[in-house]
């Protein structure tokens, strides 16, 4: 028999509207990404280039990066609050993907800004 | 009609089994809980927890053909056969049909499912506005009968933390009563990664309700006043 365990950590709000609001704006940037692509397609390398030579075309892709791992980050907790059930194991692997995550967030700065 | 019954006794049996039956139903027999009363008339040794024969008590919700639902609501009529019943997943089996519901009822009683009010009780009732009223519809004609929580993965994952579309509608129900006075306290309950926030929105609850109610809609209503609050 399965007993009630002890619960109450008094927050969970904050991630769900988190998550909520990264996903509209990972949709609004592929949206408008999507309408730069059609508008005027690069055709080769350079072309890519220019259009991630803009400032603010990097701070936008920036946020949008910050936002997917976030986002990602909230997705892959509930999973494996889900689903682990060992709270060493579960612990371990939420910090291996926080991790991971920061480590991609770092890297997309290194290929914007490079 | 064929039917394809899931069996247990443990004290017999090592595991369970499928039993299959072949029985002769009667004009009269329209509801398959009237054919397992059928089927119980010739195997006394199957056990089902049945009482209203109305849907009304919530007793014999069983899976049927892979479904939540009542049994005494469910015509036999349109069934595919053979009929596959099994007790309702994801609580532990007493006997046959029969669960454990004992999981399912704790969670219940842990969202305080009585009004709270501090005041003095008035000469008469505690008057509401037709209107106040309403806000109850959908959210009160819950009959615990379980369908919906036990049609819930994150409840089969987490049964000891998620309170389950069941417990929440009856949450919702007294945060939205206008006599209430608790819902600050009963807010900060379910303010938690498990209690409410395991709810993906799969809307399972809302496909086995034999009430035709929509947990998951009172559990959007639930985060909404959570918002309201917090933002």
Same mark, same amino acid.
């Given at each position: 028999?399965?007993?009630?365990?002890?619960?109450? +950590?008094?927050?969970?709000?904050?991630?769900?509207?988190?998550?909520?609001?990264?996903?509209?704006?990972?949709?609004?940037?592929?949206?408008?990404? +999507?309408?730069?692509?059609?508008?005027?397609?690069?055709?080769?390398?350079?072309?890519?280039?220019?259009? =991630?030579?803009?400032?603010?075309?990097?701070?936008?892709? =920036?946020?949008? =990066?910050?936002?997917?791992?976030?986002?990602?980050?909230?997705?892959?907790?509930?999973?494996?609050?889900?689903?682990?059930?060992?709270?060493?194991?579960?612990?371990?692997?939420?910090?291996?993907?926080?991790? +991971?995550?920061?480590?991609?967030?770092?890297?997309?700065?290194?290929?914007?800004?490079? | 009609?064929? /039917?394809?019954?899931?069996?247990?006794?443990?004290?017999?049996?090592?595991?369970?089994?499928?039993?299959?039956?072949?029985?002769?139903?009667?004009?009269?027999?329209?509801?398959?809980?009237?054919?397992?009363?059928?089927?119980?008339?010739?195997?006394?040794?199957?056990?089902?927890?049945?009482? !209203?024969?109305?849907?009304?008590?919530?007793?014999?919700?069983?899976?049927?053909?892979?479904?939540? $639902?009542?049994?005494?609501?469910?015509?036999?009529? $349109?069934?595919?056969?053979?009929?596959?019943?099994?007790?309702?997943?994801?609580?532990?089996?007493? *006997?046959?049909?029969?669960?454990?519901?004992?999981? /399912? /009822?704790?969670?219940?009683?842990?969202?305080?499912?009585?009004?709270?009010?501090?005041?003095?009780?008035?000469?008469?009732?505690?008057?509401?506005?037709?209107?106040?009223?309403?806000?109850?519809? $959908?959210?009160?004609?819950?009959?615990?009968?379980?369908?919906?929580?036990?049609?819930?993965?994150?409840?089969?994952?987490?049964?000891?933390?998620?309170?389950?579309?069941?417990?929440?509608?009856?949450?919702?129900?007294?945060?939205?009563?206008?006599?209430?006075?608790?819902?600050?306290?009963?807010?900060?309950?379910?303010?938690?990664?498990? *209690?409410? /926030?395991? !709810?993906?929105?799969?809307?399972?609850?809302?496909?086995? !309700?034999?009430?035709?109610?929509?947990?998951?809609?009172?559990?959007?209503?639930?985060?909404?006043?959570?918002?309201?609050?917090?933002?």
């Amino acid at each position: 028999m399965v007993k009630l365990a002890v619960t109450g +950590a008094h927050y969970g709000l904050r991630d769900w509207l988190v998550q909520r609001i990264t996903a509209v704006v990972m949709a609004v940037y592929l949206l408008l990404l +999507a309408a730069i692509l059609i508008a005027s397609p690069p055709h080769d390398y350079a072309g890519w280039r220019t259009l =991630f030579s803009g400032q603010w075309f990097r701070i936008v892709s =920036f946020l949008f =990066f910050v936002s997917l791992c976030w986002h990602a980050w909230i997705g892959m907790r509930n999973i494996l609050m889900d689903y682990i059930h060992s709270t060493g194991t579960r612990l371990l692997m939420q910090v291996l993907v926080i991790l +991971a995550l920061l480590f991609y967030a770092v890297w997309s700065v290194d290929i914007l800004w490079r | 009609m064929r /039917f394809s019954i899931y069996r247990y006794d443990p004290d017999k049996d090592d595991k369970p089994y499928m039993q299959d039956y072949d029985i002769a139903l009667e004009p009269s027999d329209r509801m398959l809980l009237d054919a397992l009363v059928r089927i119980k008339s010739v195997d006394d040794s199957l056990s089902l927890r049945r009482s !209203c024969r109305e849907g009304v008590c919530g007793s014999d919700a069983m899976n049927i053909n892979g479904r939540n $639902g009542l049994a005494c609501t469910t015509p036999v009529a $349109g069934l595919r056969e053979p009929v596959e019943l099994r007790p309702l997943p994801g609580l532990p089996v007493i *006997r046959d049909l029969i669960v454990d519901m004992t999981q /399912f /009822f704790k969670q219940y009683h842990s969202i305080k499912p009585y009004l709270i009010n501090n005041d003095p009780p008035p000469e008469t009732e505690r008057l509401q506005s037709p209107e106040e009223r309403a806000k109850l519809d $959908g959210a009160y004609e819950c009959i615990l009968c379980a369908c919906c929580t036990t049609a819930c993965p994150s409840f089969w994952w987490n049964p000891d933390k998620f309170v389950g579309p069941a417990g929440l509608l009856q949450a919702y129900r007294f945060l939205a009563d206008s006599r209430d006075q608790a819902s600050a306290e009963r807010l900060d309950n379910l303010e938690d990664p498990y *209690r409410l /926030f395991r !709810c993906h929105s799969i809307m399972n609850c809302v496909d086995a !309700c034999p009430k035709g109610l929509n947990p998951t809609n009172a559990i959007g209503k639930i985060k909404d006043m959570m918002v309201k609050r917090t933002v």
